[in-house]
């Protein structure tokens, strides 16, 4: 296993509480006082922008943000690809603004490139300052409508709509803020939530959803709420080729992926019905080296694997000429809604509206 990997998980297994020991017990008290000092921050921070004290920037366009409260992957990804395309279909002149995490000087970002890769019109700047990201965005593409990726807890500029997603695998993060959980802010942040969606909801049965929503309504009782999966459509290669998903079923296969939420990939890999000879995973927004693809290569082709996988994400970073037996391929990943599309399409149709 990646020593990155072995690590995050087992920090995990210490702040979840299935690790027990003195040990495991003495660091979440260390981590309790952290959180404390953290989440009063992230509190009066909070309070500021709440009661007009810190600037909020107004950029003359409707601005959507697609953000989560936890750490780490919920499938923000796909669904700024769909939004951007559901405004594309209906003639809005649409740009995502991010803050670039991962991005080496002067180059786009792993999901930046994917977007262009996918929705080649749709521009993407990324630029910590979001402000300045959006007025540029406006000022040199006119754009009509900002998509605000991973913008949740960024207040400087102002939304017309916020959409939080929550993983199926842990949407409260442990319930705690970072360091002692997962949280990005206590979840009492919720209410400034107008949509909240539950990504991979098929990870959890009935009973499950029904109290994760019953959570939410605690804080945001009067946010549109919605379900989805992240269902694989395609295979993609890194030169722009496409082949049928068919191909995978019983087919030994190896893959790997550098992103926020390994474990959602691998119950992808799972759904294609594919025979999972090997899985590596590296941390989020890992730059590949020439040796990385080397080994992964050489890797897969000592497991007799026939195909080697990975995510569109990682796609964009990889030469396609380091691989080839056996090849790599990314699975395409598309939001498909399980319920609640109506009422968020009709929050999306106000915004062209206005």
Known sequence: ???????????????????????????????????????????????????????????GVPVLSVGNLTLGGTGKTPLVHWLARWFSERGIRVAVASRGYGATAGQLNDEARELQRSLPNVPHL?????????????????????????????????????????????????????????????????????????????????????AVWQAVRQHAPEAVEAEVIHAPRRLISATGGEMPLDGLKGQPVAAFCGIGNPAGFRHTLEACGCRLLGFRAFSDHHRYTPADSAQLSDWAKGLGASLLLCTGKDLVKLSPDRFGDPPLWAIGIEIEFRSGFEPFQSRLERLCAG
């Open 1 to 59: 296993m990646n020593r990155d990997l072995f690590c995050a998980a087992d920090f995990q297994e210490i702040l979840s509480g299935r690790r027990r020991g003195v040990g495991a017990g003495v660091l979440r008290g260390v981590l309790d006082v952290g959180e404390w000092f953290y989440a009063a921050a992230i509190r009066r921070r909070n309070r500021r922008y709440d009661r007009g004290l810190a600037t909020i920037h107004r950029v």
């Open 126 to 210: 990324q630029d910590p300052d979001r402000v300045a990201a959006a007025r540029q965005a406006i000022a040199a593409g006119g754009a009509q409508l900002i998509v605000l990726d991973d913008g949740f807890q960024h207040r400087r500029l102002a939304r017309d709509l916020d959409v939080v997603l929550l993983d199926a695998l842990e949407p409260f993060g442990f319930g705690h803020v970072f360091p002692r959980g997962w949280l990005r802010e206590p979840v009492e942040g919720l209410r400034r939530a107008g949509v909240v969606i539950l990504s991979r909801a098929d990870l959890l049965d009935a009973a499950g959803r029904a």
